[in-house]
């Protein structure tokens, strides 16, 4: 992180956001056709900001809410560059999650599938060698979680790599997390392979500008556009309704029952947060038995068991997906209606987040946060970060989960509790580690 903050400052401008078409902002007819093809036909705010300087050629750095077409932002206006010029790997992502990588991906092939674009996924839970042999090839785009692109960095030859050392564009994507220190030993590995900051053009996006990001302009050659859409306060969308209940830590789960199963919401597709892996199962397990369509995403499930859980989310096979924050950034599930913090974040950028999941592209949608006795100082920080106070839920009440939920969960609780330990144990565990890491 500290080489990437040594190399990168910014020079704040300003643009005009009224709507106007992408032919306007200087993208070809081709990708103009396959924005239509992908029913994107007006752009965004951050879009109109960004796609003409970018093709400037200027660094950028581009904040704004969740569902507001970051990833467009930035790759047509990379795609626009590779077409008039193609060679070898042209552009490299940096993503925080595997999930997030996928999409990206998957948003690059839907916009370059009329120019033969070649492109790798490079994420953990994948094949080592599969993917060397796919970065020898010199694929247009390289689509990677840092720490699995730093293994081959480290390991997979200077054949695998190569391409890497002529980049043309780097983009940091959700960069507030990537900037932060989990990340930088292998941000850092990353960043030494590549061509300098001056021959190349980075590109910086997140919902959340954090001032690790805003750090970035102490010192630079480059010539950097910022397009930051509002303050701190609006960085949740209005159509978004923000409630709390406040109950007793052990009977969460009942509570949770009671929400999910009301009248109003027993529709309803949604997303449960919580913090911890083990959480996200049990939890899982305890709406299963209760008859709730439920799967979960985590970062101890295998790639296979990640992908599955999400595609079975987003095909509403499942109805509600407890998930840890691995969910919280990018990922675009249109269906979502309600976001739950089971738990709340110890950031209040990751609570933004969470509830960025709902309440997308004007839709609207309402966040329910499950608060004990032991969140009332992180609730407080939430409140003054998205500088609007939540409301009581009022459709549950204790009265309400007493008759209706409470000892049956308190039984499912118990059994997957069981059933998690009896997963947990020896054999079981080791044998999950080892399919983990093929």
């Known amino acids: 992180m500290s080489k990437l903050a040594s190399e990168h400052g910014m020079l704040k401008s300003t643009v005009p956001v009224k709507p106007r078409s992408f032919e306007a902002l200087g993208l070809s007819k081709s990708l103009v056709v396959a924005l239509n093809s992908m029913a994107i036909r007006r752009p965004s705010q951050i879009q109109i900001a960004c796609i003409p300087q970018i093709l400037k050629g200027r660094d950028c750095i581009g904040g704004a809410r969740t569902g507001s077409g970051k990833t467009i932002a930035f790759a047509a206006p990379i795609l626009e560059k590779l077409s008039e010029d193609p060679f070898g790997v042209f552009a490299l992502v940096l993503t925080p999650t595997r999930e997030l990588a996928l999409q990206i991906s998957e948003q690059f092939a839907a916009l370059g599938a ?27 785009v390289v689509v990677a979680t840092p720490g699995r692109l730093a293994d081959h960095i480290s390991s997979s030859g200077e054949e695998a790599i190569a391409g890497l050392r002529r980049i043309k564009f780097l983009v940091l994507d959700e960069a507030d997390r990537l900037l932060t220190p989990g990340f930088a030993e292998d941000l850092e590995v990353c960043m030494g392979v590549m061509t300098k900051a001056k021959n190349r053009q980075t590109l910086l996006f997140s919902a959340t500008v954090s001032q690790s990001v805003m750090q970035l302009k102490e010192s630079s050659e480059n010539d950097i556009f910022i397009h930051e859409v509002g303050s701190n306060s609006i960085s949740i969308p209005d159509t978004l309704g923000q409630t709390y209940l406040f109950i007793p830590t052990h009977v ?54 990640r992908m599955d859980s999400l595609g079975r989310f987003r095909a509403e096979a499942a109805r509600v997906l407890v998930a840890t924050d691995v969910a919280s950034r990018g990922l675009d599930i249109p269906v979502v209606q309600m976001v739950v913090n089971f738990d709340i974040p110890a950031d209040p950028d990751d609570y933004i987040h969470r509830v960025g999941r709902t309440a997308r592209a004007g839709r609207a949608g309402e966040s329910i946060s499950f608060v004990t006795e032991h969140d009332i100082v992180r609730i407080k920080a939430i409140e003054e970060r998205v500088g609007k106070v939540m409301t009581k839920y009022e459709h549950v009440t204790e009265s309400m989960v007493i008759r209706h939920s409470l000892q049956q969960t308190s039984n499912a609780k118990r059994e997957a509790l069981m059933d998690w330990e009896r997963e947990n144990s020896g054999s079981s565990r080791r044998k999950r580690k080892i399919e983990q890491r093929r």
């Open 252 to 305: 969460r789960e009942a509570y949770l029952v009671s929400l999910l199963t009301l009248p109003l919401n027993e529709k309803k597709s949604a997303i449960v947060f919580v913090n911890r892996a083990t959480t996200a199962e049990v939890l899982k397990q305890v709406l299963r038995i209760m008859d709730v369509r439920v799967t979960s995403l985590h970062s101890q499930l295998s790639q296979r068991e």
């Open 114 to 140: 009329s120019m033969n674009l070649k492109q790798a996924v490079i994420v953990g839970g994948m094949d080592m060698v599969t993917q060397g042999l796919a970065l020898q090839k010199r694929p247009h």
